[in-house]
């Protein structure tokens, strides 16, 4: 029981601070991309109720922040 | 008399200004809207004044500059332990900028899509209010009553921007436009088009 006790600490020990510093980014980021997919499809379905000039370039720097956050989380999944 | 073509005729004085990120656009070339029918014609496309945006840029710039004066002050600082991996130095700072970034792109994409058009038919008010919640009003140019602005404050009267309420015939919703620019202006053709229904 004790050395149960004892080998959680150690890894606990191991994981801190960096391995949580890492999951808590993981989490922010991750709801990051849910809130960056959500401004791409309300974009689209606002475009579709009134086309404008302006809303292909509109609809390309949103997909741009899209795959932004993706590519940032892969990053921070590899390097963090 | 007039007849149905010169009923939907829209006032010849109207010459099309305005770009597509302008807050005042006379008659709009290239827009559509979804309920939009073949003989219907978008007179005036009105946003919120750009000025209603000062805040939000304000707080962006601010945003955008406080890692500029606090990374090199933690980096002189004895705040920051010794051995924390380089990766965090490039990465924290990134997914801040996004942050920020995406802050100023939902402001923006806020002002942009919440507009307030009038056709040679009726009054269409498309609203989003958040991420979740968006909403289109309209209503026709025959039911309007009455149409009144008011200017109120210092940067109203600066800026020439105000609220434009317009009164609709029985239970039909009213209609508020925010922080329009010109509302003399705007009055002054909805009144026109509205005669002419």
């Known amino acids: ?80 | 008399m007039p007849t149905t073509t010169e009923k939907t005729k829209p006032p010849s004085t109207l010459t099309p200004r305005g770009h597509a990120l302008s807050s005042f656009i006379v008659r709009p070339q290239n827009i559509h809207f979804e309920t939009q029918t073949e003989q219907e014609e978008v007179i005036l496309l009105l946003r919120q004044h750009f000025s209603t945006n000062f805040g939000w840029i304000a707080v962006t710039a601010i945003l955008a500059l406080l890692p500029l004066f606090f990374i090199p002050m933690f980096l002189r600082s004895a705040l920051i332990p010794v051995n924390v991996p380089s990766s965090y130095f490039v990465l924290i700072p990134l997914i801040w900028y996004l942050g920020v970034f995406g802050f100023a792109l939902m402001r923006f994409l806020y002002w942009y899509f919440n507009i307030y058009m009038i056709t040679n038919e009726r009054v269409i008010d498309v609203d989003w209010y958040s991420l979740l919640y968006k909403q289109m009003s309209e209503t026709k140019l025959d039911r309007i009553q009455d149409v009144t602005f008011k200017q109120h404050g210092f940067l109203d009267l600066f800026f020439n921007y105000g609220d434009i309420y317009i009164q609709t015939a029985g239970t039909a919703q009213n209609f508020e436009f925010i922080a329009v620019p010109n509302p003399n202006e705007v009055v002054q053709h909805m009144n026109q088009l509205v005669e002419l229904m």
């Open chain 1, 1 to 80: 029981m004790n050395t149960d006790i004892l080998n959680f600490l150690n890894f606990a020990q191991g994981f801190w601070p960096y391995g949580l510093v890492k999951i808590l980014m993981m989490v922010l980021l991750g709801i990051y991309i849910i809130f960056a997919g959500i401004l791409v499809r309300e974009e689209q379905l606002i475009s579709r109720m009134v086309q404008m000039a302006f809303s292909p370039i509109l609809r390309g720097i949103v997909f741009i922040h899209l795959l932004a956050a993706i590519s940032i989380f892969i990053l921070a999944l590899m390097f963090l």
